[in-house]
């Protein structure tokens, strides 16, 4: 006879009642699993029958549902938060991430997430401690509802009307990113490398912008500005290697207009994170920012590209998201 088991926000508990099955579970009905097929290059739909199978393995039934164009993971999983049936579970890079932290956090409520890093940069996995070889990741993720590890919570913001869950970029990054975007080859992080080479031999952007953040006020050029809940961006740049996604703040790194070789130099220590020892960076911790642009500028959040704005309104949502 098998016990299910229910997960509340305290972690996960016996609900008394018994599986068909005769095989462990773990809630009373299958947790919901997020793929999106594209992500990794489609090493995610590749593998995603073999993720569901790793979990069942090991005590934990999905039911496995594939994402079939940009936004439908976000609008299945704000129902699914919205009906309060309990977790989810994603597989995916940080572009699923940021749709499921979207459908969340808009459903209103603290739907925990369960993530199995299979993307490209995956970004917030490392600022969550996950395993980026989604094999081991998805057996950990098991074990720890099986073993009813409390949820764990960290922070998420939100940009105007959006809600991110690493970070957000305004300028050079954010073009780097949509640059590395359209590349479809099978190189792993590497592809933001080339995209900033890229972007650079197109031209460095450097918007006048004014920033109020911290009863502080910065008016003048920028190359980017990134503002960090977690410390990687593009998968291999530790762009703020202060940032912690618990600790209940922001971390603003910015760089004043730096010349297509100086970008070059500073490469190697934005891989590093020791470029935020250099002259032309300037870091802050801050709980919100307004960034107002004297021209619409790109910029992403959590990887992802945004319609070219001028102002940025952006604030820390403590405590707001659960981790499985």
Known sequence: MTIALCLTSAGIVASGSV???GSHCVTDRPIPLFVNPVAGRGRAGKNSQE????LAANG???ALFASKAEGDLEERIFEHAKSGRGPVIVAGGDGSVHEAVNGILAAGTKTPLG????GTG???AKACAIPLDWKMAARLLADRIRESVPVHYIDAARMNDRFF????????DAKVNRIARKYTWPIGDLVYLFAVLEGMWDGVITPTVTMR?????YTGRITLASISNGPWVGGMFFIAPMAVNDDGHLDLVFAAPVSRLRILGLLPKLIRGTHIEEPEISCETIDEIEIIADAPVPSH??????ALQTTFRIEILRDALGIL
């Open 19 to 21: 599986c068909s099955t």
């Open 51 to 54: 993720i569901a199978d790793i």
């Open 60 to 62: 934990v039934s999905v």
């Open 115 to 118: 993530l199995i890093p299979i």
């Open 122 to 124: 995956n970004d917030f």
């Open 165 to 172: 869950a690493n970070g957000a970029g305004i300028g050079f």
């Open 213 to 217: 953040y911290a009863s502080k006020e």
């Open 301 to 306: 959040l959590d990887g992802e590209t945004q």
